[in-house]
């Protein structure tokens, strides 16, 4: 690695000395400006030469698909992340609903909902799970309304009832 360095550095220095040469032996005038654009040139080749053979076309490639393949597995695990932070809201927003209902039914309840996606990727609710105190008449006016409103059969529904 330092031999590398090493021949880098003399590569430019002897560039930038031919070029202060040229230029101080340029006639004054157009000459002149032509000798400075092409050691200008020659300086710059000197200097980026190496650094180009080093990245020839193959290294450089691959080095761009790495960080493609890398960019595609972040961008996949974020949208799957995503994809869960979207279906956990959905859910406790679902959940709060079926305590809304409950105590519009006149009993306090907790609920817990779980949803799933469907054949055409749109998340619904697959399952609810309630604990509380409740009568019959209660309970199944909360069975009925889960199975018609949320589309969650009664076979589905999951209670717990907690003696108060």
Known sequence: MMGLVRQW???VTAAALVLALAETLAPEGSAKKVCRLAGG????????????RVLDGSALTQA????RNKTKGYELELEERSDQF????IEEETAAY???K??????????EVTYRYDEDGVPCPWEVTAQG???QEQRAQLEWLLEEELGIPAQRQYYEEIQS
């Open 102 to 111: 409950a105590r519009e039914l006149g009993f306090e309840c907790a609920a």
């Open 133 to 135: 105190a409740w009568t």
């Open 41 to 52: 040139l020659a300086l710059l080749l000197a200097a980026v030469g190496p650094v180009v």
């Open 98 to 100: 079926v305590m809304d």
């Open 64 to 67: 761009v698909e790495g960080w």
């Open 9 to 11: 550095l003399l590569g």
């Open 86 to 89: 979207y279906l956990s809201i």
